[in-house]
Structure formats: C-alpha cells, structure tokens
C-alpha cells in the first residue's frame, strides 16, 4: 500500500482479554517503531525493530506487552491480561534504515479496555 | 534522560496573523529535533527537522524553525497562518549519538494551534 496501514482501527475488550493489533509498514521499509498516545500526551515509545529482530524494546511498559516482525514486514503488538491503563491509541511508524531518513506513521489503533 | 517540553498547550490565533510554537529539549548533548503535525482523524506527519547545518530550518506548509543549541530550543514559527494549519503539533527529539535510533523518538506532550477567522 502506499501508507502504513494499522488493523483495527478501533477495538474494545474486556478488562483481563487478550489483544492483538497489527502494522503493515511501507513497502522496503527495514525499521519498524510502535508508539503509544494516552490522551492529552504525545506519543511514547515502546519497541522498535531493525528486520524481523527487535533492536531496542526499553519502552515496553511490562512484561503483558511482546511484539513480533517474523518475515521483517508485519508487525503485531500483543499485550496480555489487558487493564484499563492500556486504552490509548497504539501508533505505527517505519522507515528506511540509515541516518537521515522520515518515519511515516500510521492513522493507529484505537484500543479501549472496558 | 531526554525530554521535551512544549509549555503551550494551546494557542489561539487570528487567520493571516503569525505564529510561535515553543519548544525546549533536556539534552545539552548533540541529537535531533523534529516537528510533527496530527490532523484531526489522521497519522502524524513530519513538518521538519533539524540533524546537523544550518539552525534555520524549512519545512512543508511555510513552516521553519530555528535550533538555539545554548537555549535548547528549538521554536516553530509561521509568518501567516491558514485555517487549514488548525491542528496539534508535536515537538520530538531523538538521540541518535549514543546507540539510538534516528527515529527513536521522544515526544512533547503537543500544541494545539486554533486558528480562528
């Protein structure tokens, strides 16, 4: 596609589910990111991959929180035992690898833990 | 750690009038400096930024900013604003120099610019 797309748009689960939310990145791109936007903040960082291999994952908040690039393109956050503190909309970003390049964001994911 | 800070939640300004978004950075360190527009209902998208060169910096929609690496700031500014430029403005540095990622990026907490008629 010509963007990064982000699957749901929005979801709602139940406090203690289970979620999976999923990033297409831009066709080439080898760098991946995943952001988290609480409301009225800006975004926060949470992991971010290099290929299939997560290069740096200091920004996940907690153990419920992994997330997968098998073949260097989709990416899937998965956070376990979902709590009402994890409803905030979840961002994908990518780009070329290398010094002086743009990260093209997704529109995210809107995740609400009722 | 690095942090950024964007002390104007909100501006109100007149259509045509012109514009300052303020922001200041923690690091005394070389790192990057960006500017990212959220449009209601769509992604972040990139203004700007600054690596290295230049301080004044040019971006899409007639925005520019200035790096002032003695006051850590890095301001946005426009000299005539549209209705359209009615959005939430995101200040963003990164610490490529010590193992980050250029895009590693470590957000203000954003401006919201309402330009009124």
């Known amino acids: 596609g010509a963007g990064v797309s982000q699957t749901p748009s929005n979801k709602v689960t139940e406090k203690g589910k289970y979620v999976e939310l999923r990033c297409d990145p831009i066709?080439?791109?080898?760098?991946l990111y995943w952001y988290r936007q609480s409301l009225g903040q800006g975004p926060e960082f949470l992991i971010y991959?290099?290929?299939?291999?997560?290069?740096?994952d200091s920004g996940l908040p907690n153990d419920r929180f992994f997330a997968v690039r098998p073949e260097g393109s989709v990416s899937t956050l998965k956070i376990q035992r979902t709590e009402r503190g994890d409803s905030a909309v979840y961002l994908c970003?990518?780009?070329?690898?290398?010094?002086?390049?743009?990260?093209?964001f997704g529109q995210g994911t809107r995740l609400t833990v009722v | 750690a690095q942090s950024v800070t964007q002390l104007d939640s909100q501006v109100p300004v007149f259509e045509e009038a012109p514009v300052e978004l303020r922001c200041n950075y923690s690091?005394?360190?070389?790192?990057?400096l960006f500017w990212y527009v959220q449009y209601p209902n769509q992604g972040l998208q990139l203004l700007l930024k600054?690596?290295?060169?230049?301080?004044l910096v040019k971006g899409i929609n007639g925005f520019e900013a200035e790096f002032n690496k003695s006051q850590t700031s890095f301001h946005l500014r426009k000299p005539s604003v549209h209705i359209s430029d009615t959005a939430e403005y995101f200040c963003?540095?990164?610490?490529?120099?010590?193992?980050?990622?250029?895009?590693?990026?470590?957000f203000g907490t954003g401006t919201l610019l309402a330009v009124q008629p």
């Open positions: 690091s005394s360190v070389s790192v990057y």
């Open positions: 600054y690596l290295s060169g230049s301080t």
């Open positions: 991959f290099q290929g299939t291999g997560a290069a740096d």
């Open positions: 970003a990518s780009s070329y690898s290398g010094v002086n390049t743009e990260a093209f």
């Open positions: 963003a540095v990164s610490d490529p120099f010590r193992g980050g990622a250029t895009n590693k990026l470590i």
């Open positions: 066709s080439g791109h080898t760098a």
